[in-house]
C-alpha cells in the first residue's frame, strides 16, 4: 500500500484502538463508547458535537451541552488521555478587546483550529437565525469574540489549520430560518478572520447524502492533498440519517474535490447512535492525527446525545476513497 504522510506533528498519545479483529470496517468503534455521558455536566440534558484539540501534551475541549431547558452553550474540558474528561460546570465566558466580559458562548456544534499563534473556535451563534460565530484564545483560558463571519442563516463553519495563498479559508453550508433546505457546501476566505468573501461552491449533497452535507472536523493535511471528513444526511420514510463521508481536495484550492467517496465511511449502527435526542446520528466535529503513525482518532456525537470516538489510519482512508471515488 501506497505510504500517505499526514503533515503536521507527532501525537503519539492520542486516543488509540486497534481494529478489532473480523472487522473490515475503514473507520471502527472505541468498544467503551460513549466516552461522555449526557449528564456529566449538572442540569445537562445531553452532550455532544464537541470540538477537540492537543495541547501541552494533553488534550483541550469545547463541549456542546443542552440543558433542560433546551438552552445551547458550550462548556471548556480538559483531558490527559483524549478519553476521560473533567468539564467545567459553566458556560465558557466571552471577552471583548478591551478586556470586557460580553456574555458566555451560546450556541452549538463548535469545531477548534489552531492557527499560527492561537486557537480559533468557530460555531453556530445567533443573530437572528443561526450563523458563524467566531473567537480566538492563546491559553485556552479566555476567550475574545470576534464579529460574526456571514448573515443568517448559515451553519457548520469550519476552518483550515493554516492560511492558503495568504487567507484564512472556513467552509460552510448556507441555509434557511427552517431545517436546512439548502444542503450544499461553500467555502469563503479572508485575509484578516473579520471580512469574509471569495466565496466558492464545494460540494453538493448528492448519492447517499441527498438531502444535505456540512464540513465535519478541521481537515487534515496530507500528501494527497487536504483530507476532509463531512457529514451527510439522507432522509427517508422514518426521518434524517446522519452519516459520515470523506474527501480529498486540492491542496492549493480546496474548493476543487480531487476525489469523493462514493459510499458513506461510518453510518449509525449501535444503540448510543441509534437511540437519543434525535436517532440515527453520527456527527462529527474533531480528529486527532499522529503524523508519524498515521493514525486518526474521530469525535462524534451520537444521537445527538452523547460523545463517542471512533478510528482510522490516513493510507488507508485515502486509498479507500480513492478506490471508491464518485
Known amino acids: 500500500m501506497e505510504v500517505i504522510m499526514i503533515i503536521g506533528a507527532n501525537l503519539p498519545n492520542i486516543p488509540w484502538q486497534e481494529r478489532p479483529q473480523g472487522c ?50 458550550l462548556f471548556l474540558g480538559k483531558s490527559q488521555n483524549g478519553i476521560d474528561w473533567d468539564i467545567e460546570h459553566d458556560p465558557m465566558p466571552l471577552f471583548n478587546q478591551k478586556e470586557e466580559q460580553v456574555g458566555v458562548a451560546c450556541g452549538y456544534d463548535p469545531r477548534v483550529c489552531w492557527i499560527e499563534d492561537r486557537y480559533y473556535v468557530t460555531w453556530c451563534n445567533n443573530y437572528h437565525g443561526p450563523t458563524i460565530g467566531v473567537a480566538y484564545s492563546y491559553d485556552f483560558k479566555k476567550f475574545y469574540q470576534l464579529e460574526n463571519a456571514f448573515l443568517p442563516f448559515n451553519r457548520n463553519g469550519v476552518m483550515f489549520p493554516r492560511k492558503i495563498n495568504g487567507k484564512y479559508m472556513m467552509f460552510s453550508r448556507p441555509s434557511d430560518n427552517g431545517h436546512t433546505p439548502f444542503g450544499d457546501m461553500y467555502l469563503s476566505q479572508s485575509p484578516d478572520m473579520e471580512h469574509w468573501g471569495y466565496h466558492r461552491y464545494v460540494m453538493k449533497a ?26 451527510g ?26 476525489y469523493r467517496c462514493k459510499p458513506f465511511i461510518f453510518h449509525p449502527e449501535e444503540i448510543y447512535e441509534c437511540v437519543g ?40 482512508l485515502i486509498k479507500y476513497i480513492k478506490d471508491n471515488a464518485l
Open 277 to 316: 435526542d434525535v436517532p440515527n446520528v453520527t456527527f462529527p466535529c474533531a480528529t486527532l492525527q499522529d503524523a508519524a503513525t498515521g493514525r486518526i482518532a474521530i469525535y462524534y456525537g451520537a444521537a445527538d446525545t452523547v460523545v463517542a470516538l471512533a478510528f482510522t489510519q490516513v493510507d488507508e
Open 24 to 73: 473490515n470496517d475503514i473507520v471502527w468503534r472505541y468498544s467503551n463508547n460513549p466516552i461522555i455521558h449526557r449528564h456529566q455536566i449538572p442540569g445537562a440534558n445531553s452532550i455532544f458535537n464537541s470540538a477537540v484539540v492537543a495541547k501541552d501534551g494533553a488534550f483541550v475541549g469545547i463541549f456542546r451541552s443542552d440543558d433542560k431547558a433546551m438552552q445551547q452553550h
Open 206 to 231: 448528492e448519492g447517499w447524502a441527498w438531502t444535505k452535507i456540512g464540513a465535519g472536523p478541521i481537515p487534515i493535511e496530507t500528501d494527497e492533498g487536504w483530507l476532509l471528513i463531512f457529514h
Open 233 to 258: 444526511v439522507g432522509t427517508t420514510c422514518n426521518g434524517m440519517i446522519y452519516s459520515m463521508g470523506a474527501a480529498i481536495l486540492d491542496i492549493d484550492e480546496p474548493w476543487k474535490v480531487k
